[in-house]
């Protein structure tokens, strides 16, 4: 997904991610699929990209306030930036899914589980900055690998199978992006 790097914002936001100390974090799902798709589509990398975001996971403190207080963080960072980037600690997505989406949604264990969790399969994609100085390129997490996402197929996701959300979500995508396939059906989990 080297691709995703020809959209200066993913570059800046990979390069300043360890600035932040956040544990287990990623650049997650719309910045990185959504580039792939406008550059297959012929537009520039970050158009109709609405938001960006970052997955850490941080059991220590659930609060809400805590949350707020490394999104407070992250917007001081990335000021300079004509973008908004949201940051999402995993750990506690349990306490507000269901209230926010009408559906219960299991603990996570990681901000990866959170990746596997999407709607979409083909938008189950995330970047870290390597760990290791001497790795060129992010590290890549994509559980049901690119195939789909480099061919526009949408379908539900077995690990999230909430149909509805899952047709409102695929339906926006190809409203901004026409030739994207929807495959529609029942999920099973």
Not at 96 to 109: C, D, H, M
Not at 146 to 158: H, I, K, Q, S, T
Request: charged fraction near 15%.
């Amino acid at each position: 997904m080297s691709e995703t790097l020809q959209n200066p914002h993913n570059a800046a936001l990979l390069g300043r991610l360890p600035l932040l100390g956040l544990p287990d974090a990623w650049l997650v799902a719309g910045c990185l699929f959504q580039t792939v798709w406008n550059l297959h589509s012929g537009l520039a990398p970050t158009a109709n990209i609405r938001d960006y975001d970052l997955f850490y996971f941080d059991a220590s403190d659930l609060s809400e306030a805590a949350e707020q207080a490394e999104q407070d963080r992250v917007t001081a960072l990335f000021a300079d930036l004509p973008i908004t980037v949201e940051a999402k600690n995993q750990a506690r997505v349990h306490l507000w899914y269901e209230r926010w989406f009408g559906y219960p949604y299991a603990p996570l264990t990681s901000a990866r589980n959170g990746i596997e969790r999407f709607l979409v399969p083909c938008t189950c994609v995330g970047l870290q900055p390597a760990a290791d100085p001497g790795i060129e390129g992010p590290t890549l997490y994509a559980p049901y690998g690119l195939e789909e996402l480099y061919a526009g197929l949408m379908r539900p996701n077995p690990a999230c199978p909430h149909l509805p959300l899952f047709e409102a979500k695929a339906q926006s995508y190809r409203e901004r992006w026409p030739w994207l396939t929807i495959q529609a059906g029942h999920v099973t989990a």
